[in-house]
């Protein structure tokens, strides 16, 4: 499966932005689909992950009640849902997918994955 992450820009401490991850694949639907980030020096974060029929969605305590993880089969799309920003969100963004489990992202790297997509947050 082929993702392609897009939505990030520059916002302002507080504000909100929505990220796209699309595919062209006809067997999207059938992925688990999580959202990880990297900041500069740091090591890759996981920030939430959602079940191939958007049944099921699992957001870390470091983000959760912040971000939300809505998903659309019919557009082959999966979005990353980010409000109340902060600072410490500013990374690049890169959506993954696993043919078995959202949840299992957290700990284990998922096989596919998308380009990233740079999210700055302002003070």
């Known amino acids: 499966v082929q993702l392609q992450a897009s939505g990030g820009g520059l916002v302002q401490a507080g504000g909100s932005l929505r990220l796209s991850c699309a595919s062209s694949g006809r067997t999207f639907s059938s992925y688990a689909i999580g959202w990880f980030r990297q900041a500069p020096g740091k090591e890759r974060e996981f920030v939430g992950g959602i079940s191939w029929n958007g049944e099921s969605s699992y957001i870390p305590d470091s983000v959760k009640g912040r971000f939300a993880i809505p998903r659309d089969n019919a557009k082959n799309t999966v979005y990353l849902q980010m409000n109340s920003l902060k600072t410490e969100d500013t990374a690049v963004y890169y959506c993954?997918?696993?043919?078995?489990?959202?949840?299992?992202?957290?700990?284990?790297?998922?096989?596919?994955w998308g380009q990233g997509t740079q999210v700055t947050v302002s003070s």
């Open positions: 993954a997918a696993d043919p078995f489990s959202a949840q299992a992202m957290g700990v284990q790297a998922p096989p596919y």
